[in-house]
């Protein structure tokens, strides 16, 4: 066990080195890839406007934008030129090394595909976890920016949404959405089509995914495009998701129970686990032996942490109610 630590580590290094060497072509590279992308889609958005006909995005280019709108939300240092491509990296290069580890020590390479497999689905759910949690938060919050915007547009005699945006980008109470709202206001001083201003939109939509979100991205887009007054809008969107915080308050439904019961199997399991393999042998091969070199061992194991996995992200997934309508 100690020898394929020292592998693991070793592979694990090595991998790492081999990333940072070329980490500046790489980084190149991509900046090189993002300049041809935009130049073909504007090519692909006038070829739309003079002939009428509208791109089908293939199922690839749709989980791969899901995949970047979902770590734009979620990564605190997210960078359009290089995260999605690291995270896709570091997938695919840790699905290997888990597999032929776990080939190793089992001597399985089913097994070992079976937990590399484990482990793509299990981060990919704790990614999904952490966006659901981070949408909770911003839906609640966005009560506030729709006040500071409805303040904002018509506390002012110059009805314009982008100064409105402007100035709630300096109000230090809605912080979490400084960074989609700038995006917005630069893309709307410097764009070309309206196309670049919908996809700003859609990106700030989808870190919210509510009703009053998309209601609230669609009234400002109409606001600017078409340079028609949206107050009374604003003003009526303001109202309604305030009203539905209260009601949300009103309820008190006490979920922290099913999430601590949660959590008690992923401490109990692996401990367990643990005391079976120090302390009982049936046999002289102990129960190591059992559990992942034999086929029973290994579907009772992987059966296990996928009811882990389920409980853990099913107690999490309803723990708390959206600010939806």
Not at 7 to 24: E, H, I, P, R, W
Not at 186 to 195: D, F, L
């Amino acid at each position: 066990m100690i020898n394929l630590m020292i592998y693991l580590s070793a592979a694990v290094s090595l991998t790492y080195g081999v990333y940072l060497m070329f980490q500046k072509k790489l980084r190149s590279l991509n900046e090189q890839i993002a300049v041809e992308k935009r130049v073909r889609r504007i090519v692909e958005l006038r070829k739309v406007e003079l002939l009428g006909s509208i791109p089908k995005n293939s199922l690839i280019s749709r989980i791969l934008k899901d995949l970047d709108y979902m770590l734009e939300t979620i990564h605190p240092k997210y960078d359009k030129q290089s995260t999605l491509q690291n995270f896709l990296l570091f997938q695919v290069i840790t699905f290997l090394i888990l597999t032929l580890f776990v080939k190793l020590v089992s001597g399985s390479f089913s097994f070992g595909l079976m937990v590399g497999v484990l482990f793509l689905f299990w981060n990919f759910a704790r990614h999904r976890i952490n966006l659901r949690r981070i949408r909770l938060d911003r839906g609640y919050k966005l009560a506030k920016l729709t006040g500071v915007l409805a303040a904002q547009y018509n506390g002012h005699q110059t009805t314009d949404p982008r100064e409105a945006i402007r100035r709630a980008m300096e109000d230090e109470t809605v912080k979490e959405f400084h960074t989609h709202l700038s995006e917005i206001y630069r893309v709307e001083t410097n764009y070309e089509n309206a196309a670049e201003l919908k996809e700003a939109f859609d990106r700030f939509q989808y870190s919210i995914k509510t009703s009053f979100a998309k209601e609230l991205a669609s009234t400002l887009y109409k606001g600017l495009t078409k340079k028609t007054n949206i107050g009374s809008t604003l003003a009526r969107i303001d109202t309604k998701i305030q009203q539905n915080m209260k009601d949300i308050l009103k309820e008190e439904e006490d979920k922290i129970g099913v999430r601590n019961l949660s959590r008690l199997h992923i401490i109990a399991f692996p401990s367990i686990l643990l005391g079976m393999f120090l302390f009982l042998r049936i046999s002289q091969y102990g129960i190591i032996h059992y559990q992942f070199n034999t086929a029973q061992g290994q579907v009772g194991f992987t059966i296990s942490v996928l009811s882990i996995i389920g409980a853990w992200i099913l107690s999490t997934w309803y723990s708390k109610q959206p600010n939806d309508y």
